[in-house]
């Protein structure tokens, strides 16, 4: 850590590194084939980040424009493009970045926004039923609001304020203006909008809660719920208070899964704890393979129930 700490601290004294790309365009038999290279010719700063710098040197031939090359052997590869990656919460804000929209203080505290109101979930980012819909209705009553443009001539002209090119009140006047329309629209079609996405809301809230259906009145789904007072997630019947069943659950942020225990039948919830890999808890009290699990590793369960007791009594 130390030696990539100095290493990097050198490299930001030192000079530009200069690299040369080479974009070949060959034609064989009236079709394109393109390659590509880049080296490094002056590698500057780059000198004092050995062995960190993982940049790729593809050297190709010196070639010359509309210069003749012959064929030494064909290859014939069989492959298939790859959709793109999905955006992490890093890449997507360097797509807004790239974009124009928002500003370095403001693009993280959007994305955390989309996550705390169920837009988008995982670290690679899948967008929710309830932000599909949202953008769906949106786009049906209110398009203008999705608008990028939108956006960025808004943090435009408050860069314009900033470097005093405009008066606030001209910019504020012309924001009025246009928002109005845009919001008395959206007012006439409130009604609208809110049916339109209170099932999807429902509909999101309740896939990131509903673990399985209830094992004792069969009718409930089980759900998973948060209690203040004990500061823990347990189980619990949506038909209480005609069911009272509930489970308890281990400590970690649990998240249901479509999976069953393979022993008795229960759901299974994945539990997200820190230090440890993401595992899946059987919620049966009475689960003969959690039983034999917790018999066989009676110490790792004493320390662990020492742990959480010792973490109760200092909150
Ligand atoms: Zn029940
Ligand atoms: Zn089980």
């Not at 880049?38 to 004092?48: M, V």
């Not at 808004?154 to 304020?161: P, S």
């Not at 009145?217 to 500061?231: H, V």
């Not at 208070?241 to 649990?254: E, I």
Request: proline share 5%; aromatic share 8%; with cysteine.
């Amino acid at each position: 850590m130390y030696d990539l700490i100095v290493k990097r601290t050198l490299s930001s004294f030192g000079t530009h590194s200069t690299r040369e790309t080479l974009n070949v365009e060959i034609e064989i038999k009236k079709e394109p084939f393109v390659t590509k290279g880049t080296r490094t010719i002056e590698p500057g700063w780059q000198a004092y980040y050995q062995p960190y710098l993982f940049i790729e040197e593809k050297e190709l031939p010196p070639f010359k424009e509309n210069q003749k090359i012959k064929i030494k052997k064909i290859n014939l590869l069989s492959k298939e493009t790859q959709p793109p990656k999905r955006y992490t919460p890093a890449s997507i804000i360097k797509e807004l970045e790239k974009r124009n929209l928002g500003t370095k203080s403001t693009r993280a505290a959007i994305i955390d926004a989309l996550y705390q109101r169920n837009y988008i979930i995982e670290n690679s980012l899948q967008v929710t039923g309830l932000g599909l819909k949202t953008i769906e209705t949106l786009d049906k009553y209110s398009p203008e609001i999705l608008d990028e443009e939108l956006t960025k001539e808004i943090e435009v002209d408050l860069e314009k304020i900033r470097e005093k090119k405009e008066k606030p009140k001209e910019v504020i006047d012309r924001a009025e203006k246009f928002l109005t329309k845009i919001l008395t629209k959206f007012k006439k079609h409130e009604k609208n909008i809110g049916k339109n996405l209170l099932g999807a809301l429902k509909e999101t809230r309740d896939k990131a809660s509903i673990v399985g259906k209830c094992d004792v009145c069969k009718k409930g789904d089980l759900r998973i719920l948060y209690s203040r007072r004990f500061k823990s997630y347990f189980v619990a019947c949506s038909a209480y208070p005609k069911c009272k069943t509930t489970h308890s659950l281990t400590r970690g942020l649990p998240k249901p899964t479509d999976k069953k225990c393979e022993s008795c039948g229960f759901p299974l919830v994945q539990i997200i704890r820190q230090g440890t890999r993401p595992f899946n808890y059987c919620i049966n009290k009475k689960c003969p393979q959690k039983l034999e699990w917790m018999k066989k590793n009676k110490d790792k369960v004493e320390a662990f129930k020492k742990q959480n007791q010792d973490q109760k009594s200092q909150k």
